[in-house]
């Protein structure tokens, strides 16, 4: 339940510290005297969007704290979960800086926003003076199904199978895509990878192509110059050998007469030599070298054919067409692959389905099993509140297909004269009517819902007189189950709580300022008098106000 709020530096309110008690508690206030500033400073408590403009000194931050006592409510796994530290008496603070910018903690330990408000979400239920718009939406009146039907286990099964059911399906719709776009590619695929494979890249050898290209073009040349360099070295009458032969004789000739010639002499011997072994070199290798047309013809064509196809892709040696090669192979291979892999992924749906249509038909069993004893509640409740004639009705519609929910549609059926057919609650029943089966509604919840707080923001909008004597006595009720708090401008629903407390206006030296105190028992006759008669109330309003905290 929610001990106490804290509230300093937010719009009107300088600082106000307000404490609450069990059961049902009641906040007056004229109007525009800041009851709404005050729910909304417990809004930012419970995660929502925090905005500058709402402090009252711009230079300074905005605090707002709530303090709760959770040891009743086994909330420690969630904690855990979270990675927050529990304590039975939590605190959670939100502060709002000059800045814009906005910080909340959850016992002293920062906390992201998406966290406090799924903790907020387990402690306190605020019903604005808008939320009976709810009450024309299937998702808030299955939520009511399924709290009476106590079904948060099975639906937490279901959802978690559904999400799974939901990624398949979007898989399955991601292959077939892939796999119409992959057909449309197929033959384009297997076309360039034909071109490719006809040219049995892994057997040929560019560079040494490109070589054997150079030496067959110029392979007369080249014959040429070896066997004319033979023929200069030893062929024709004076060649080089026998010119070497010659100075070598003649050197030998003089060596007697001058000994140092005998060392060039020898010199040219081994030169001579060494010219014999490249001239009988050159002689064999002149059989060798061959002028072949079609072998020239051949490799110009192999490499005309590589040549067009690393243009044609961009490319540059060999290698980079095998990798090419590779690529095209790997991708048909994938084409191929699609069809297996739907096939699979459709058996995981059917399969997927199978089961959800199991726990889709336990939901709808428990709900229909637990609409008898709403219906039978809400009538109940609603002739309490002065409906004297109502049918409320639940209706079950089965959807074509899978909900996040299971299988079902709820409507909330509804008359409040014998004479007029149930239609839907939302297109029938008036404001006051409206009100009248929100306020049953939450009251049957709080049995079923293990909620530690429920805040009413003018529920009894549009009702007034006995009712709301009844919606009052009805509030009182909840309050044996949680705490309640009811924003209220009727006396004879203030004249119920245990506690009173008013909000008010007072205007000083720093501009109006809101204030929030506990009533004591006098303060709370003088209070409802007023709202009976005005400001100055009358005598007989004053006496009223004491009847109705009497009865």
């Known amino acids: 339940m929610l001990k106490s709020l804290t509230v300093e530096n937010y719009a009107l309110i300088e600082k106000s510290e307000i404490f609450f008690n069990e059961g049902f508690s009641v906040i007056t206030g004229e109007t525009g005297s800041g009851k709404s500033i005050l729910l909304d400073a417990l809004g930012l408590i419970l995660g929502q969007r925090a905005d500058q403009k709402?402090?009252?000194?711009?230079?300074?931050?905005?605090?707002?704290?709530?303090?709760?006592?959770l040891k009743e409510y086994d909330l420690i796994s969630f904690f855990e979960s979270e990675e927050l530290e529990y304590d039975d008496e939590t605190v959670i603070r939100r502060e709002v800086l000059p800045s814009g910018k906005s910080r909340a903690f959850v016992n002293d330990s920062p906390v992201a926003l998406s966290s406090l408000k799924e903790l907020a979400g387990r402690l306190i239920d605020i019903h604005s003076q808008h939320a009976n718009l709810l009450l024309a939406e299937s998702s808030f009146q299955l939520q009511v199904v399924d709290a009476v039907a106590d079904n948060s286990a099975e639906l937490a099964e279901y959802k978690e199978l559904f999400t799974t059911y939901v990624q398949l399906q979007r898989e399955l719709k991601i292959l077939e895509e892939q796999s119409v776009a992959a057909e449309s590619d197929r033959d384009y695929l297997e076309y360039q990878l034909s071109q490719l494979k006809e040219l049995s890249l892994k057997e040929i050898d560019q560079v040494a192509l490109e070589e054997e290209l150079s030496y067959l073009t110029h392979a007369t040349e080249i014959k040429d110059a070896i066997e004319g360099t033979a023929w200069l070295l030893n062929g024709k009458d004076d060649n080089i050998l026998s010119e070497l032969k010659s100075a070598s004789q003649i050197l030998s000739g003089v060596s007697t007469l001058y000994p140092k010639v005998s060392e060039w002499a020898e010199r040219i011997n081994s030169v001579m030599i060494e010219m014999k072994d490249v001239a009988r070199?050159?002689?064999?290798?002149?059989?060798?070298?061959?002028?072949?047309?079609?072998?020239?013809?051949?490799?110009?064509?192999?490499?005309?054919?590589?040549?067009?196809?690393?243009?044609?892709?961009?490319?540059?040696?060999?290698?980079e067409l095998i990798e090419l090669q590779e690529d095209f192979e790997n991708k048909l291979e994938q084409i191929g692959s699609y069809s297996e892999r739907i096939t699979t992924c459709k058996e995981q749906i059917k399969s997927i389905q199978e089961e959800l249509s199991s726990k889709?038909?336990?939901?709808?069993?428990?709900?229909?099993?637990?609409?008898?004893?709403?219906?039978?509640?809400?009538?109940?409740?609603?002739?309490?509140?002065?409906?004297?004639?109502?049918?409320?009705?639940?209706?079950?519609?089965?959807?074509?297909?899978?909900?996040?929910?299971?299988?079902?549609?709820?409507?909330?059926?509804?008359?409040?004269?014998?004479?007029?057919?149930?239609?839907?609650?939302?297109q029938i029943a008036s404001g006051g009517e409206m009100s009248r089966v929100m306020l049953a509604l939450k009251c049957i919840l709080s049995r079923n819902v293990n909620l530690p707080t429920i805040l009413l923001d003018e529920i009894d909008t549009g009702v007034s007189g006995e009712v709301a004597t009844r919606m009052a006595m009805l509030m009182l009720q909840m309050g044996e189950f949680m705490q309640v708090i009811s924003i209220t401008h009727l006396p004879q629903i203030a004249a119920k709580g245990d506690a009173h407390?008013?909000?008010?206006?007072?205007?000083?030296?720093?501009?109006?300022?809101?204030?929030?105190?506990?009533?004591?028992?006098?303060?709370?006759e003088l209070e409802i008098a007023q709202m009976l008669s005005g400001l100055n109330p009358t005598e007989a309003a004053k006496l009223t106000a004491k009847e109705l905290l009497i009865k």
């Open 501 to 524: 407390y008013k909000v008010y206006k007072e205007d000083g030296e720093q501009g109006t300022i809101s204030h929030i105190k506990a009533l004591a028992k006098e303060e709370r």
């Open 281 to 319: 070199d050159l002689e064999q290798e002149v059989e060798s070298v061959e002028v072949n047309p079609n072998r020239l013809e051949s490799v110009e064509k192999t490499l005309d054919k590589i040549y067009a196809v690393e243009k044609k892709h961009h490319l540059s040696s060999v290698q």
């Open 360 to 426: 889709s038909a336990m939901l709808s069993e428990k709900r229909t099993k637990a609409v008898p004893s709403l219906e039978q509640s809400m009538n109940g409740l609603l002739v309490e509140l002065g409906i004297v004639n109502a049918r409320f009705k639940v209706q079950i519609d089965r959807a074509e297909t899978f909900l996040p929910t299971g299988e079902d549609c709820i409507t909330f059926m509804f008359s409040a004269n014998k004479s007029v057919a149930e239609r839907a609650l939302h």
């Open 54 to 69: 709402t402090l009252k000194d711009p230079s300074r931050k905005c605090v707002v704290e709530a303090i709760f006592d």
